[in-house]
């Protein structure tokens, strides 16, 4: 039961993190003086959440993923582990480095009144939305590999 809280937790945290990036990418597009604290607050927040879903997937990877890729591995969806959760162990760093860097981007001088620092923190948060369903994804696509697997 403690696994499935972990992995819950994870999920959660990770979907609310891609939600205040999709709030934060409209908020910047309609960029105001009214804003500006809402866009600097959610940045941290995507930020928070991020990190926070990585800290307890990590935990969960190491402590209960052998298991179940040793079940993916001899099922039916061998791939669910060789190429998903391979290309997730790889680009997860990507998403953090991002999460971590939009705070930054977001409470520069200026960034929300010049174009390229503005057109920076849209991008930033763009690709944290883009990779954050990716993973999403993947975890589902893994989750499914250890139904698969014990046969259901």
């Given amino acids: 039961m403690l696994n499935q ?6 999920v959660l945290l990770g979907i609310l993190g891609i939600l205040f ?3 934060l990418f409209v908020d910047v597009v309609n960029a105001s003086e009214k804003n500006s ?3 600097k607050k959610m940045s941290l927040a995507v930020s928070a959440l991020i990190v926070l879903a990585y800290l307890i997937g ?8 052998g298991g179940d890729r040793d079940i993916i591995k001899a099922g039916k969806w061998p791939w669910a582990h060789n190429y998903f959760m391979e290309v997730k162990e790889h680009v997860f760093f990507l998403l953090l480095l991002l ?3 939009l705070p930054i981007a977001t409470h520069r001088i200026g960034a929300l009144t010049d174009k390229k620092n503005k057109n920076l ?5 763009a690709l944290i939305i883009l990779i954050g369903l990716f993973m999403d994804g993947a975890g589902g696509i893994i989750s499914r590999g250890v139904t698969i697997g014990l046969g259901r």
């Fill in 5 to 10: 809280g972990f992995m819950m937790s994870h």
């Fill in 21 to 23: 990036a999709v709030a």
């Fill in 37 to 39: 604290g809402r866009i």
């Fill in 58 to 65: 990590g935990y969960w990877y190491v402590v209960y993923y």
């Fill in 99 to 101: 999460s971590l860097y």
């Fill in 121 to 125: 923190i849209l991008v930033i948060s």
